[in-house]
């Protein structure tokens, strides 16, 4: 598996320590430096591997946006946000180093600096991490604005903030494998992932924990190989959007924890179908998949399986009463219904779809619960319509529930498992039942159920250089996201940005006849195996009696690029 950012490295050319030492001069009989003003970046844009636009950095440094320094002034901004935020902006390397405590100093304390590029910056105490790491922050920035503060150097902040880039950057070693756990002694996966998935997110709260109260309900992606364990996609959130659909293919409908995770995941695999038909051996061999010689699809290889992992359990008939599990034959047929049939969300609740309630919402965005859209990717595969043009449907292995308030995972494999008995026998090939093992595993990020954060929805995947903060009931990134793809704030996980991914795949796979669809829904009617395992699904649990699957409008998927 790759380390974190991929083979696709760009060069950044004198490091930012490096320029901004050039331009400081020590003061005579004292060791603090005296700013020299910066001279200017200039950047140019390209397109990366996987579509995205990435700064290529010339000899001079790039504008900051003044009103990123404001907010931080203000207050509205933590330091520690604003060194990573100007990191992306002047593309340098920042991290917060655990040291020691100065000389003098009495009781316990600890300590962190700022590196730069390498260069460590004032040391920052407090009595605990969170605060030590503000402190060095603080210390750090204290060096760096009076710099970047140069007329010269900062346009007004009318202008606004640009997007940030999309550039991957060289990270060190620790950086590199976050989330990445390589596997000592007898079968230790179980313990292994929640501890990957930990590091992870931490990471991702240490550098903005404005962002902390986001991680209430979390669902993760882990890619397992012969010898190490990888966190791969991630997502948070629990809600769907407020609004009515919007059929431009810009706006998230749904950022609900496990299918933010699952569209984070399949970023990470239209970047791995780029390493494969990049036509680069030592690249192609770096990629998760195969082409497998009786199909011409691709599918995993065969040392490489995926893992899902959940901090609690998803909403619907995974989270069926005990008293349905232990004795189900004393209950009535409409109980059974109403817990093990299929279930919608709308506005982050749960409605069977039995019910009155559900039939009186029609005007409101209704997404299937998080149970059912397991359920069907456990049977279509989590690789959905698009991608399954290029590979076949891709199982996670087992489902880890890190739930401590979970006592069993009997409602799991009811809804996962049991509810499409008998169906593959009726699938067209290659698709089929995969039984994942359901497990528990330790509760390494409990649920906030007190969380200020709720509405909001953070997603990641192997290879980003920082996470994307969506605003659910929106759908749409917010302003203050670490990444942003531009000023219209529309989600990289959105329908639109999916089929420029897949338009991209199918120009370096050389499918002339996949470019030649006129529309995201076309593009999508034209899997026709997924399109049949998909009407043999929904027919087969209506036919159950589990419900009717219910659809959203044809007209969102109506939208060309």
Request: aromatic share 8%; hydrophobic share 40%; with cysteine.
């Amino acid at each position: 598996m790759m380390g974190r950012g991929g083979p696709y490295r760009v060069s950044r050319g004198a490091s930012f320590a490096q320029i901004l030492k050039k331009n400081m001069v020590s003061a005579p009989g004292c060791s603090s430096f005296v700013p020299k003003p910066v001279p200017e970046f200039t950047s140019t844009n390209t397109l990366d591997h996987s579509g995205n636009s990435t700064a290529k950095i010339s000899s001079k440094p790039k504008n900051i946006p003044k009103e990123l320094i404001d907010r931080y002034k203000r207050g509205e901004t933590h330091a520690v946000s604003l060194l990573y935020q100007l990191s992306q902006v002047l593309q340098f390397q920042v991290d917060m180093k655990e040291t020691v405590t100065t000389g003098g100093v009495t009781g316990f304390y600890f300590a962190f600096c700022a590196v730069i590029d390498g260069v460590e910056y004032k040391t920052g105490m407090g009595t605990n991490k969170k605060e030590a790491k503000a402190k060095a922050a603080q210390l750090a920035l204290e060096e760096l604005l009076p710099v970047l503060e140069n007329d010269s150097v900062l346009p007004d902040a009318s202008v606004g903030p640009p997007p940030l880039p999309v550039q991957e950057r060289d990270y060190p070693a620790s950086a590199a494998h976050a989330g990445r756990t390589v596997f000592e002694g007898k079968n230790p996966f179980k313990n292994q992932v929640p501890h990957a998935i930990k590091e992870m997110f931490s990471r991702m709260m240490d550098s903005y924990p404005e962002f902390s109260g986001c991680g209430g309900t979390v669902a993760a992606f882990v890619a397992q190989s012969s010898t190490a364990c990888e966190v791969v996609a991630l997502g948070t959130g629990s809600f769907n959007t407020k609004g009515s659909l919007v059929p431009n293919g810009r706006v998230l409908h749904d950022s609900h924890a496990v299918v933010t995770a699952r569209r984070s995941l399949m970023r990470y695999l239209y970047r791995q179908l780029l390493l494969f038909f990049s036509k680069n051996p030592s690249l192609e061999e770096t990629s998760i998949f195969q082409q497998d010689k009786t199909s011409k699809l691709l599918c995993l290889k065969s040392h490489i399986t995926l893992h899902l992992y959940l901090n609690q359990l998803p909403k619907g008939a995974a989270q069926i009463p005990s008293h349905l599990r232990l004795n189900p034959l004393s209950i009535s047929a409409w109980e059974v219904n109403n817990q093990i049939g299929l279930h919608v969300t709308i506005d982050g609740k749960v409605f069977s779809v039995f019910s009155s309630t559900f039939e009186q919402c029609c005007s409101h965005v209704v997404s299937m619960s998080a149970s059912d859209k397991i359920t069907q990717w456990q049977v279509l595969g989590f690789q959905g319509a698009l991608l399954s043009h290029f590979i076949e449907p891709i199982y996670v292995s087992s489902i880890l529930i890190g739930d401590e308030s979970c006592s069993d995972t009997r409602g799991m494999e009811v809804a996962i498992n049991q509810r499409v008995d008998g169906i593959t026998s009726k699938l067209p090939m290659f698709y089929c039942v995969y039984r994942p093992h359901i497990s528990m595993v330790p509760a390494v990020i409990p649920t906030d159920i007190h969380s200020t954060q709720k509405s909001l929805s953070l997603n990641w995947s192997q290879g980003d250089v920082s996470f994307e903060v969506v605003d659910s009931l929106e759908g749409r990134t917010v302003e203050e996201s670490p990444f942003k793809s531009g000023p219209a704030l529309a989600s990289r996980l959105c329908k639109a940005a999916m089929l420029s991914r897949f338009n991209l795949v199918a120009k370096e796979a050389q499918r002339e006849e996949l470019l030649a669809a006129v529309s995201y829904r076309e593009a999508k009617m034209m899997a026709k195996p997924y399109q049949e395992a998909k009407s043999v699904l929904k027919s087969y649990l209506a036919m159950r009696g589990y419900g009717q699957w219910v659809e959203k409008p044809p007209i969102s998927d109506h939208f060309t690029m």
